[in-house]
């Protein structure tokens, strides 16, 4: 079965961390671009970084610059996103997809989870 599953989300007060795991099964992760979306409530989703499938370059969304970390582990067949120094903007559902041989912005034509809600909140 061919599916991408997220991870490692929660409840967690402003200024946590959080490591969403964005694990691929059936297929190797390392031939796509990842990107990871977010959707809060009433809001269009968003991606917010992304890895690409050749050199493993990075992007990310303005808003989590220098506290989001986006990663590959091949052997694991996963995506992390290391979340630092959490806001409670960053509060919705996220959501990892994939491209086949793309470099970022990812569009999830190809997969995407299932999605894991992240709250940030005291």
């Known amino acids: 079965q061919l599916r991408l599953v997220e991870s490692g989300g929660g409840l967690v007060q402003p200024g946590g961390s959080l490591r969403l795991s964005c694990a691929a099964s059936?297929?190797?992760?390392?031939?796509?671009?990842i990107g990871w979306f977010r959707q809060a409530p009433g809001k269009e989703r968003e991606e917010v970084s992304c890895?690409?499938?050749?050199?493993?370059?990075?992007n990310y969304a303005d808003s989590v610059k220098g506290r989001f970390t986006i990663s590959r582990d091949n052997a694991k067949n996963t995506v992390y996103l290391q979340m630092n120094s959490l806001k409670p903007e960053d509060t919705g559902v996220y959501y990892c997809?994939?491209?086949?041989?793309?470099?970022?912005?990812?569009?999830?034509?190809?997969?995407w989870g299932q999605g894991t809600q992240v709250t940030v909140s005291s």
């Open positions: 059936g297929f190797i992760l390392d031939y796509y671009g």
């Open positions: 890895i690409s499938s050749s050199d493993g370059s990075t």
């Open positions: 997809a994939a491209d086949y041989l793309k470099w970022c912005p990812v569009h999830g034509r190809d997969y």
